[in-house]
């Protein structure tokens, strides 16, 4: 089977998403990142079940990764801010722990992305993707264009597609 319709295979397949931001400064007035996701989500035929916005905290976000990674209803888990290189910066390592297994490609490809629209500082990203009990989990910079740039060319393309593997 070709990948075109191996990919088309779960078209129209409605994914139940977990949104969360990561920010010491944020709220739901201002966190445009977040807003974009759903956006992006909604447009794309799929859903978000919860939404949060939490301080850059491992101890907090492992608690709340804990609890959309055992709710049936999510099936891939959207965060957002953490990924840098700063002291405060901590989602990645939380993250780590919690991958079974690394979508290698995802923050490969989001660096090369990012580097063709801002240059050498694409490298500071920890981007990354994967599998945590059987759900889907990104983790993306906290700009909004970065979000827009891991939504619309990355994610969004093969969010059904993966999500229909995970089901095999």
């Known amino acids: 089977m070709s990948y075109e319709s191996h990919q088309r295979g779960a078209a129209g397949l409605s994914v139940g998403c977990a949104v969360i931001t990561l920010s010491d400064t944020r ?42 990674l055992g709710n049936a209803d999510v099936q891939a888990i959207l965060t957002n801010g953490g990924t840098g290189i700063s002291r405060r910066d901590r989602t990645m390592e939380v993250v780590r722990r919690r991958l079974e297994f690394t979508i290698d490609g995802f923050g490969e490809l989001f660096r090369m992305l990012s580097w063709q629209e801002i240059g050498s500082g694409a490298m500071l990203s920890r981007a990354a993707g994967g599998i945590a009990r059987g759900k889907l989990l990104f983790s993306m910079p906290g700009s909004t264009k970065a979000v827009e740039l891991a939504m619309t060319k990355l994610i969004l393309p093969e969010l059904g597609h993966l999500v229909g593997e995970l089901r095999k």
């Open 27 to 68: 709220t739901v007035e201002n966190d445009t990142s977040g807003a974009a996701i759903q956006r992006l989500l909604g447009e794309a035929g799929h859903k978000t079940i919860d939404y949060r916005i939490i301080p850059d905290d491992p101890a907090t976000f492992d608690a709340l990764l804990g609890k959309f």
